[in-house]
């Protein structure tokens, strides 16, 4: 069930209505209830029931029922055994611990790589003119597979170290998992954060629910009215680069750029706000990724539970930077490479991860040589344009690596790279010479009755709406980033009719602006 | 709680009526089908008895003023896309009717026996979207009657979204002289006062030939016509159907389903046939893009070939 659905809005609102006249010892059943409701719900949508109608899939519900209360159950009494190993000083915490984690993992491994395996042997037998039957073998992934396995292999983690005691409530921990405004796409919360806020009571809070209503509308904002409508021109060009030239290819990337990141930012937003409707607070996702003047500080910024995650539970028990020089640049790279798998086991996110691990570590064996221009070339005396300059060319790196996320494959990939300046040079020439005639032959093309992914007349009116909602959402970022203070805190402190003009316009973009397509959230897949 | 309530129904208010703002302020649809509204006020406008056409996109370059030249009648060209589906259309132009009009119905043979493009006619959102704007009120009232509020809804919306980045686009541009006008936003540039098409197809090779997977007919989708033909007798109003140009290859290759196409028609249809399928079949010369656009050349011949037929029935 999409956010951004109708079919949503309803479910949130009987929800929320019941889950606020409940009292507060039940609250937590009728969370759970719901919670289940929405995962079942969401992964039969998710699972293509046109396509793959029942009885086919029936299977697969039963797998992903499976996975999740295995996960739980195992992870629940893991936990409590790790608990009372520790008290009694038995060397055995260590290896429930390892089961604990090895069980979800296993679980993870199985269903999301191994179709990664049974297509490179397909290929494999293919090239060796062998018969291959990879149909037997082709998985559905659990919905939100990924995210959960995170949540259990922090949880445990935390209690081995003595950082979190193990929730004795079973549902608790039921619901600590499956919590729905979280479980398919994060923000992953540690469980020190948000399990002691399912034992809090809850009341009704205007200011809360406003704020959260306002987040929501926000996240909303960027999904519906950008990422939406830039995934038109992403999944128009990118699924037929052939049959473009370079500046529609350049024009695609920034336009899957800001995609990605409206697109996942806007569901955690709207994961924030639902949850803060309820009065509960979940954790930051993204801090305004792209205006980070370096690479390390954009990776501070984006996916923020996520990267905090491989930092506490991969790159530190890895050494961290506590170690010999060689070791530490082997973790920081090895860490990003674990992050583009964990996308997806293609070789287009292996890539992606190790180009951006490989920037890190250029920017630190290019400091000396950088300080240097840097004094030389006066930049020093204007630390505002040397700000500016650092956010441009980190925006722009990014948005070469992101040519590997986005591709359908390695061989699109490389295409893209290699005909990104196709034909660029004439459009320049004819542009700065008004010869618009000339200027067409760059920019048409021949025989499609579409443009770009619009009709020929819509392409104008929605280019130029993306184009503003772009905007909007730049001078919003900036003005936040230069600000202590929340922007809807601010907000509200303005006149009424300031504050209320502000909220209109919110709602008017969404209602009138807004794309409701049904397109999926990115991060739905991972 | 009260204060939760009372902000989200001052929103709702403001945005119930924000919604009837836009829908009723006179604006432009960039969408190729909003020339739907554009052709509904040419037929609107016209002098009675009028000849109307309505067809696919291969009508779109007919020389309308021949016709009104030698018949002395005004001409409606109300064609547009294949797409659109024939009885809708008709459906559309009922009420513009009037004693002594004149309807020449074509349909492109992709419309006729190509099953998956029939299918998709029928269940083309776009074209509901925009049929809906040639006559909302009578649309509300079906989908109210029907029970169908949250498609009503949703289609008002929709029309609304189109029209609001269409606001956006003319303010970004300056163009604020064209922006409260109505229908297609370049319609004046693109068609004539008879609804034709003011350029010829461009010239593309090879042609384009989707829509030509063709099987035998199913006469379940051609009985409209014979239900609008008694309409239009009871109006007095008198109906004519012409089999559409096509390529001689293409011909050759699907004859057997064109001309069982034919035969079923010959059989049932209660109104005159200008034409059998063979009197319209050109050389690929005389197309432009696709198998249905005729070029300059090929829509001479058309437009003179299909006046003599009129002649010998009118």
Redesign the interface.
């Given at each position: 069930m999409l956010f951004n659905s109708?079919e949503f809005l309803i479910f949130f609102l009987i929800v929320l209505v019941i889950y606020f006249l409940l009292p507060h010892r039940l609250r937590w059943i009728w969370l759970l209830v719901s919670s289940f409701f929405f995962f079942g719900y969401s992964y039969y949508q998710y699972s293509d029931p046109v396509h793959f109608p029942y009885p086919n899939n029936v299977y697969w519900y039963m797998f992903n029922a499976f996975a999740v209360i295995s996960t739980i159950v195992v992870n629940y009494y893991c936990a409590i055994f790790i608990e009372k190993s520790k008290s009694t000083n038995s060397r055995y915490s260590k290896i429930i611990l390892i089961l604990g984690i090895a069980y979800p993992l296993l679980l993870l491994f199985l269903f999301k790589y191994l179709n990664f395996f049974n297509q490179t042997i397909y290929y494999i037998a293919d090239f060796l003119n062998l018969k291959y039957p990879e149909h037997l073998l082709r998985l559905i992934i659990p919905l939100g597979i990924s995210y959960y396995t995170f949540h259990v292999i922090s949880y445990l983690v935390d209690v081995y170290k003595g950082v979190q005691k193990p929730e004795r409530h079973f549902g608790i921990f039921s619901l600590y998992i499956l919590f729905f405004p979280k479980v398919i796409a994060g923000p992953i919360e540690r469980a020190h954060r948000l399990i002691p806020q399912f034992h809090e009571k809850k009341t009704?809070d205007?200011e809360q629910?406003?704020n959260g209503i306002l987040l929501f509308a926000w996240g909303l904002y960027k999904k519906a009215v950008i990422a939406d409508r830039a995934a038109i021109v992403v999944n128009e060009v990118f699924g037929n680069p052939h049959g473009y030239p370079g500046i529609y290819l350049i024009i695609a990337q920034l336009c899957f750029i800001f995609q990605v990141y409206c697109d996942f930012s806007g569901y955690s937003d709207m994961a924030i706000g639902l949850g803060q409707i309820m009065g509960f607070k979940l954790s930051d996702n993204f801090r305004r990724p792209y205006l980070s003047p370096s690479i390390a500080e954009l990776w501070r910024r984006w996916h923020i539970t996520m990267i905090s995650f491989f930092r506490d539970y991969v790159y530190i028990p890895m050494g961290g930077n506590r170690v010999a020089k060689w070791r530490w640049q082997y973790n920081i790279f090895m860490t990003f490479i674990l992050s583009g798998l964990w996308h997806g086991a293609n070789w287009t996110f292996i890539t992606w991860a190790g180009l951006n691990g490989l920037q890190m570590l250029i920017s630190y064996w290019t400091r000396k040589i950088r300080k240097t221009f840097i004094g030389l070339a006066g930049l020093a005396k204007t630390p505002r344009f040397h700000k500016i300059i650092k956010i441009v060319i980190t925006f722009s790196t990014f948005w070469f690596s992101a040519i590997f996320f986005r591709a359908n494959s390695m061989s699109d990939a490389f295409y893209i790279i290699g005909h990104l300046f196709t034909g660029l040079g004439g459009v320049i020439r004819t542009a700065f010479t008004f010869n618009y005639d000339l200027l067409k032959q760059y920019l048409v093309i021949?025989?499609k009755t579409t443009f770009l992914g619009f009709?020929?007349?819509?392409f104008?009116?929605?280019m130029?709406?993306l184009a503003?909602g772009i905007l909007v959402l730049a001078i919003i970022e900036i003005v936040q980033e230069n600000s202590e203070e929340h922007l809807r805190d601010r907000i509200a402190r303005k006149p009424w009719y300031v504050k209320w003009s502000l909220?209109?316009c919110l709602?008017?973009a969404l209602?009138?602006?807004?794309m409701y397509t049904n397109q999926q959230f990115i991060y739905f897949r991972f | 709680?009260k204060?939760?309530l009372t902000?989200t129904l001052i929103?709702f208010v403001?945005?119930s009526a924000?919604?009837a703002l836009?829908w009723f302020m006179p604006g432009t649809y960039?969408?190729?089908l909003?020339a739907l509204v554009n052709k509904r006020e040419m037929l609107k406008a016209k002098r009675h008895p009028c000849m109307i056409f309505i067809g696919g996109s291969s009508l779109l370059t007919l020389k309308s003023r021949l016709f009104e030249k030698q018949f002395h009648y005004s001409v409606a060209n109300m064609s547009l896309w294949g797409g659109l589906g024939t009885k809708e259309y008709l459906e559309e132009i009922k009420p513009y009717l009037h004693p002594g009009d004149v309807v020449v119905v074509t349909m492109e043979y992709a419309a006729d026996i190509d099953k998956d493009y029939i299918h998709f006619i029928h269940t083309n959102e776009e074209s509901k979207k925009f049929f809906f704007l040639m006559s909302p009120g009578r649309h509300a009232r079906e989908y109210l009657e029907k029970g169908n509020y949250?498609d009503l809804f949703k289609m008002v919306?929709e029309l609304?979204?189109?029209k609001?980045?269409?606001y956006?686009?003319n303010l970004?541009?300056g163009n604020v002289r064209h922006l409260f006008d109505s229908g297609?936003?370049?319609y004046h540039k693109e068609f004539d006062e008879n609804g034709d098409r003011t350029k010829p197809f461009t010239i593309?090779r090879p042609l384009?030939d989707t829509g030509a997977d063709f099987s035998y007919p199913d006469n379940k989708n051609f009985l409209f016509l014979n239900d609008f033909n008694e309409y239009a007798k009871s109006k007095k109003v008198r109906m004519f159907f012409y089999f559409s140009p096509f390529p001689i290859g293409e011909y050759k290759a699907n004859e057997k389903y064109i001309s069982a196409f034919y035969k079923m028609m010959k059989r049932m249809a209660k109104f005159p046939l200008l034409n059998k399928p063979s009197d319209f079949m050109y050389p690929k010369e005389y197309f432009a893009?696709t198998i249905y656009h005729l070029n300059q050349k090929g829509e001479k011949i058309r437009s003179a070939a299909l006046i003599r037929m009129l002649e010998k029935t009118l």
């Open positions: 109708f009704f205007y629910i406003k021949p025989n009709s020929k007349p819509g104008l009116p929605e130029i709406t503003l909220y209109y709602m008017f209602v009138f602006l807004g | 709680m204060k939760l902000h929103f403001l945005l924000s919604a836009v960039p969408h190729d909003a949250f919306m609304s979204q189109i609001v980045t269409s956006i686009r970004v541009t297609f936003p370049n593309f384009n893009d």
